[in-house]
């Protein structure tokens, strides 16, 4: 696979984990008029950053690529401290929503890390080159 291929791969399966969150949000909250309206916005909110930032990225700027390397390090360390904090509180509480958002930091987390791993890929650092 090349940079750019690479690239456009983790914009997509950002574009997967937008939808995935909006839906989970949506089935937590419950199915009423406010919470879709809730969760349609923020999916739409999500779905506008990751075509703002993969386009960016696409365009070749070191500067956003070197932006999100960082952010994705510190929202992955963040992510992993509150999911060993959520975990901790669903083995006291055993709720099903605690349970659910554990599952979706840790998901966030995995979203992150393959951020990073993607953003400093050698093909990748060659298509910014």
Known sequence: ???KQKIETLTHAWYGYALFTGVATLVQNGIGFFSIVGAAVSTLFSFAVTWFLGGRLLARSHVWRTILIGLSGIFAVLGTLASAK???????DWSLATLVLTGLTVTNVGMNLKSIRVLTDASVKSYFG
């Open 1 to 3: 696979m090349t940079g």
């Open 86 to 92: 959520l975990g901790w509180l669903f083995i006291h």
